[in-house]
């Protein structure tokens, strides 16, 4: 009796020091939420150990070689290192920073990296770059440049990045799922399923899914979006197993009504011994003498401006879902989240896998109740066990999974209402913020088309004096960004 007294007053201690720590109680959350929330970020964004070597991992560099060396694919070596990079990342951000935000390669940033800076170059100086990109953020961090710059941006730009984002990732989610693609007739860029209707037992699996996890949020279902995840997992198991529907292929175009990204079946492994040998593939200053000074720096400040952005509107998107923002649309602690961040692309240099970056995917997880780092901390530590349990990640197509991104999409959407739509130098700058992202398939491009009208719109409204410093800097670094082919044209580079 008396030691089971002791062990109920260890565990007590025990959970008051989380709860302490983590201020799971201020937050209005719990233990068991923060678990939850942590889990379905995972599984939410768990696709990007998948996907991230079939666009890294497969695409060779100037001299012919595959990531990790050789002239075949190394797609394990690629997945192993993916995870645990995004594994030690997310844990950091969460034990550091106490925010409910996970990190992993940036999709859109490894396919710049893989078509058109390795391209140039071999992939050791490609990662290179990244590093050198990742601690120069880190110092902007550090000098205080990085968090005026956001203090700078008004706050109804900031909830127009949150819808837009919002948006983004409901566009994903509907894409990925095969319930929105692209078409052959060029006047139309996408339709609705397969020539206008919905066909195959995956796209079925995403719209119970969709309609079994909104009815389960409208109910106020705890585990709403993680029951969600399962139940529409199971189900693509077991359709799969009974119809032998198979892999779509690469844009779904060998089998339009196939699955999406997985086949979900049971593997026949469950544990595999991961391969990091790709840790530590990078030559910092490499690609310097492959493709010259002035090249190699507009690289690393094409790849510099694109995350410095996109985590700045991603920490703002999840603070407005968990209702952590202050009253000027700052999140807690947004100096450690921007130096985890900028600490996280530069690690994903240095162990080969592209910059890692925070995820949208994120507010998933908050969707679900987490409003601490404890989340992002199971969300590291599923990443890391990911490392030998590859085979069961890969067992959740994208049909299932996708569902999740767009009843957070509809979270985020609700905020559009704190938008100021009669006053229309605000307006403007909130709309192309808020349809670029979606439209451009690019967070950064949102928010640049935002600032750089924004400024221009209140200067011509006679305001120019009320626009903060450094918003003239950054929408004039937007300009540079935007035109950066023009200008490596003029200098020769291209």
């Known amino acids: 009796m008396v030691g089971s007294d002791t062990r109920t007053v260890a565990r007590g201690r025990s959970t008051r020091m989380l ?130 710059v956001f203090n700078a941006v008004p706050r109804e730009l ?67 979006i993680l029951f969600g995840i399962i139940g529409a997992t199971i189900l693509a198991i077991v359709i799969e197993a009974i119809a032998k529907v198979g892999p779509a292929g690469p844009g ?80 807690p602690q947004s100096q450690r989240i921007l130096a985890v961040d900028s600490i996280a692309a530069a690690a994903g240099g240095a162990a080969g896998v592209s910059s890692n970056t925070s995820y949208i995917e994120s507010a998933a997880g908050v969707g679900e109740g987490a409003r601490t780092g404890l989340a992002s901390i199971v969300t590291g530590v599923c990443f890391l066990l990911a490392t030998v349990l590859a085979p069961l990640v890969e067992v959740i197509p994208y049909e299932a999974a996708t569902p999740a991104l767009v009843v957070v999409g509809f979270l985020m959407m609700v905020r559009v209402t704190e938008i100021s739509w009669n006053q229309l130098d605000i307006a403007i700058p909130a709309f192309l913020t808020i349809v670029l992202m979606p439209f451009t398939y690019s967070i950064s491009v949102g928010i640049g088309a935002g600032f750089v009208t924004y400024v221009i719109l209140r200067a011509a409204r006679g305001k120019a004096r009320d626009i903060h410093p450094l918003l003239w800097i950054v929408a004039a670094l937007f300009v540079v960004y935007f035109a950066i082919d023009p200008i490596r044209q003029l200098l020769g580079l291209s």
Do not use: H
């Open 252 to 331: 779904y175009e060998t089998n339009p009504t196939g699955w999406g990204l997985n086949v979900p079946r049971l593997p026949e492994t469950w544990f595999q011994v991961p391969d990091f040998s790709l840790l530590g593939s990078f030559s910092l200053l490499g690609s310097f003498e492959r493709v010259g000074i002035v090249a190699a720096l507009l690289l690393v400040f094409t790849l510099m401006l694109a995350d410095f952005f996109d985590t700045m509107g991603t920490m703002t998107a999840i603070g407005a879902e968990a209702g952590l923002l202050d009253a000027k649309g700052t999140p």
């Open 19 to 148: 709860d302490g720590y983590f201020k799971i109680s201020a937050r209005g959350s719990t233990v068991g939420r923060e678990v939850r929330g942590g889990i379905v970020t995972f599984f939410a964004m768990a696709y990007i150990i998948a996907l991230n070597p079939l666009i890294i991992g497969t695409a060779q560099d100037a001299d012919g070689q595959f990531l990790g060396g050789g002239d075949q694919p190394n797609i394990a070596m690629v997945a192993a290192a993916t995870a645990l990079v995004a594994g030690v990342v997310t844990i950091l951000m969460g034990a550091v920073a106490n925010y409910p935000l996970a990190l992993a390669t940036g999709l859109g940033l490894n396919a710049f990296v893989a078509f058109g800076i390795a391209s140039q170059m071999t992939w050791a100086d490609a990662m290179g770059l990244i590093v050198l990109e990742g601690l120069i953020i880190l110092v902007l961090v550090l000098t205080g440049f990085r968090k005026a």
């Open 158 to 224: 900031k909830t127009a990045i949150s819808v837009g984002i919002g948006l983004f990732i409901a566009l994903i989610g509907f894409v990925d799922a095969g319930f929105v693609r692209r078409t052959a007739n060029p006047p139309v860029p996408v339709q609705f399923g397969v020539d206008g209707f919905l066909d195959g037992w995956p796209v079925l699996v995403f719209v119970v899914g969709l309609i079994a996890t909104m009815v389960l949020v409208m109910r106020k279902v705890r585990g709403a």
